[in-house]
């Protein structure tokens, strides 16, 4: 089992910077591939980033260029830098484990391991 919780959300003005934390415990390397998804009220949950064991990075469309995703996996964290924000980054962020190995999956439905959530809201 591995346990996932979310930190760092809040209230930033559009333009601002944020960093999510995800603190993992239990048995994380049976998931070598974490992710970020987001699900914004009345949405579906999205993709947002996700990293390989060997730190390789993916980003949405529409992250790209603003986000960065990272790991520690000798303290067991991962992270999300968050620049430039808009409004319509307004949303729940969940993090994410799965234990496929290869290239992360992009869809929620493939991950095992889900925090509990952290809301970021962007005020324009």
């Known amino acids: 089992q591995v346990q996932l919780a979310e930190s760092g959300g809040g209230l930033v003005q559009a333009g601002g910077s944020l960093r999510l934390s995800c603190a993992a415990s239990?048995?994380?390397?049976?998931?070598?591939?974490m992710g970020w998804f987001r699900q914004a009220v009345g949405k579906e949950r999205e993709f947002v980033a996700a990293?390989?064991?060997?730190?390789?990075?993916y980003y949405s469309a529409a992250v790209e260029g603003r986000f960065t995703i990272s790991r520690d996996n000798a303290k067991k964290m991962m992270y999300l830098q968050m620049n430039s924000l808009k409004s319509e980054d307004t949303a729940i962020y969940y993090c994410?484990?799965?234990?496929?190995?290869?290239?992360?999956?992009?869809?929620?439905?493939?991950?095992?391991?889900w925090g509990q959530g952290t809301q970021v809201t962007v005020s324009s």
């Open positions: 239990g048995a994380t390397a049976s998931t070598p591939a």
């Open positions: 990293i390989s064991w060997s730190d390789t990075t």
């Open positions: 994410a484990a799965e234990r496929r190995i290869g290239r992360p999956s992009m869809s929620h439905y493939d991950y095992d391991y």
